[in-house]
């Protein structure tokens, strides 16, 4: 008994040092430059967010938040290299609604999203707008549908990669318009984004933040967004729904992450500067103004909607069909 007594008191003096250690942690944190890995190329809605936020972290605390564009296979490879990072709150994950995605997607993801990522806040909800070239003669959903029926295989529409939200609204819009357009994955939306506006693919389904310039450049045409809502970049573009398919809708969120092993006082100590920052005026109206709607949520309330997500899109794969190697 005095052996066990004599553990017991070990343990809870361990545990208790360990919460002293972690709490003078995140009394220092930080005291040198932050990595913030965006898995995608730069010029899209996850980059455009991380350098927002970015940028304020590294006026508040004084240590540089370093932006590492890390694109490829739908934004899984980022994940993967924060995933391996270790947990000390000096590198972070901007993941995203595809990450979700994805867990069911790619089979063999060398990453558990859920496992091995600490939530820290969702940092803004983006609708997704299909756009079309110009050269694409449809100018609403309708539209668009009676073309590509009488046209099938002629159109094809980009996407960030496979397994990303892009690919997923994709997939939904074929199967629910009765339609074949098919997939061209890219690297990320900007370089997806660049082909639509060159012409090598006819309509993409991707966020506001970034397809904005170009829409109002005269270089997209806007034909619907696909949430339960109009977007407020975009008041006078009907959604999906109301335009031609009742019911469909798919809402892009971003948002930070940590990976797992990260204390939870680092964890809250993120959370509350980046929910501070998404409260500014003026990261509001950046962000507003270009499609995107800040959110600054709570770890908890963020890790609810990734296993809801994750286990709701599991079944969309499933049904559509969507694999990723």
């Not at 970015?54 to 932006?67: A, F, M």
């Not at 939200?165 to 984004?193: C, M, Q, T, W």
């Not at 899109?313 to 990723?324: D, E, M, S």
Request: include cysteine; charged fraction near 20%.
């Amino acid at each position: 008994m005095k052996a066990l007594s004599r553990i017991a008191r070990f343990a809870f003096a361990a545990a208790a040092l360990t919460i002293l250690v972690g709490g003078a942690h995140a009394q220092t944190y930080p005291t040198k430059p932050i990595r913030w890995v965006v898995p995608f190329p730069p010029g899209g809605s996850t980059d455009l967010l991380a350098r927002v936020v970015g940028q304020k972290l590294t006026e508040s605390w004084g240590q540089q938040v370093i932006v590492d564009n890390r694109g490829g296979a739908g934004g899984t490879l980022g994940a993967a290299e924060a995933a391996r990072a270790p947990g000390d709150g000096y590198t972070l994950l901007m993941g995203a609604i595809h990450h979700t995605i994805a867990t069911s997607a790619y089979p063999k993801l060398p990453y558990d999203f859920q496992r091995d990522f600490a939530p820290i806040t969702v940092v803004a909800i983006v609708p997704n707008v299909l756009v079309v070239n110009p050269s694409v003669p449809a100018k609403s959903v309708k539209e668009l549908i009676t073309y590509a029926k009488a046209n099938p295989g002629k159109l094809t529409y980009g996407s960030a990669g496979m397994g990303t939200a892009h690919h997923l609204i994709g997939e939904l819009f074929n199967a629910r318009a009765g339609v074949d357009i098919l997939h061209v994955p890219y690297k990320g939306s900007a370089p997806a984004v660049a082909d639509l506006i060159g012409g090598q693919v006819s309509i993409m389904y991707d966020t506001v933040a970034s397809c904005l310039p170009h829409v109002k450049a005269g270089k997209l045409r806007p034909l619907a967004v696909a949430t339960a809502k109009r977007s407020s970049a975009l008041p006078d573009v009907p959604t999906i729904a109301e335009a031609a398919l009742p019911g469909f809708e798919v809402t892009t969120w971003f948002g930070a992450l940590a990976p797992a092993k990260t204390p939870k006082e680092l964890v809250v100590k993120l959370n509350a500067e980046m929910v501070k920052i998404l409260n500014m005026p003026d990261v509001r109206k950046r962000l507003l103004d270009a499609g995107a709607e800040p959110v600054g949520n709570t770890p908890e309330e963020m890790a609810a909607q990734i296993k809801r997500e994750t286990e709701e899109f599991a079944k969309i794969v499933k049904q559509a069909k969507i694999v990723a190697e």
